[in-house]
């Protein structure tokens, strides 16, 4: 520093972060960027690090504006991501329009935008049923309805889109049937891009003529004719906006057959909701049937894992279920691949579990792979083995868990299991 007489001081000192608030530490890391103090940086980058679901639960705005305009922080953006990733959901209902209109305005990450758009996606309601929803940004609404895998009726997307619409125009009345024809012109050009990305022939019929009928006037006339002819010409196929089923409009239902010592019905319908989330059909709607195929039993086979691997191997698609002694606790993981081979194999669709209380299916925690080359472990003298995270030992009921390959959800270091199961996954 310098003063009135021109002689320059340098100040050494400690300085506390521990206990000051997150806009204070901030301030002191932008202070510390401009000074060029490394040290003082890893060390507001390490307590960043250390709170970072606490931050971004408590503060959302501040921090993710950290991690978007500070692109030397690659830990802390990297430790943000995985938790992002978990707890998103959690994180968006502090404040769900303004944190999505946030990320769109900032020069987020593709990675990070991805993550908000999937949360959305899977949990619409946190978007569209916002008491705040009127003030969504149209760019956010163009990239959620484009979404094939947004879980929504698309009678629900046209009657939140025209509610949307009204609000924009205090002029407007929320009754159709009082609108003139300049309420339609103007309500028209502000919803012209979002109809083009509406799905009306997934619709029923009733739907469409009882909700979209009386805004008619909103749609182009050669669209209007050949939602129309689709419903009217039996096997007629969309001409105009044809796009493939969204999620929400499949009606799937599930028939799972399972026979397990640990598990019941409502658990396993959970397992297939995650093993299918990336594979399922978005053509048309159907029945999808399950079946769990039971390959292995430790009550029946023991825990030689090389039992297991003559039960297993050659068996694609396997997920395998355990019980901790002595508690409500039930760990597993899903391997898309085989078990055979010596080493680690690579896969971006395998999984680990936990359920604190078997008997509810509430208290689930999914762990997708976050290193994928290390996402299975295969060789004889191990059975089912995720990684380095959850390893089975030969002839020992006694396992490991070290977090590596997957996400921490809760299962302890070391544990006593009480019975495993192994199922091969088959679907129709």
Known sequence: MVDPTGHGYLYCGTVDIQSQKLEIIIEILTAADELGIQRLINSVQKLLIQNCYKFLKSDPFKMLELITSHNELHDLKKVSLENLNKNCKDILLKDPIKIINFIINQEASKELKGIFLKTICKNPEILFNSNEFPSLEKEVLVMVIKCDNLNMKEMDIWKR??????????????????????????????????????????????????????????????????????????????????????????????????????????????????????????????????????????????????????????????????????????????????????????????????????????????????????????????????????CAHNNSNNWQYHKTSYPNIGIPNSFTISEYEVFQIVKH
């Open 161 to 390: 889109l025209v509610k949307w619409g009204i609000a924009q125009h205090q002029t407007l009345r929320q009754d159709v049937t009082k609108f003139t024809h300049e309420n339609f012109k103007i309500l028209e050009k502000t919803l012209h891009e979002l109809i083009q990305l509406v799905r009306f022939h997934q619709m029923k019929r009733e739907e469409f003529m009882v909700e979209v009928w009386p805004f008619r006037h909103l749609l182009p006339d050669k669209l209007i004719e050949d939602i129309l002819r689709y419903y009217l010409i039996s096997g007629s196929v969309p001409h105009s906006n044809a796009f493939p089923i969204r999620l929400g409009n499949i009606n799937i239902k599930i028939d799972i057959k399972i026979d397990s010592v640990i598990i019941n019905k409502k658990i396993a319908l959970l397992l297939t909701k995650w093993i299918d989330e990336k594979t399922i059909d978005n053509k048309y709607s159907k029945k999808i049937s399950f079946n769990f195929n039971l390959l292995f039993r430790s009550s029946i086979d023991g825990f030689s894992s090389q039992i297991f691997h003559q039960k297993c191997d050659n068996k694609k698609a396997t997920i395998f279920i355990a019980k901790i002694s002595n508690s409500n606790m039930l760990i597993g993981g899903y391997n898309p691949l085989y078990w055979n081979g010596n080493g680690y194999k690579s896969t971006t669709d395998s999984f680990i579990f936990s359920l604190s209380d078997f008997n509810n299916p509430q208290s689930a925690k999914l762990g997708r792979v976050i290193n994928s080359d290390y996402a299975i472990y295969c060789h004889n003298n191990f059975g089912p083995s995720f990684g380095h995270d959850l």
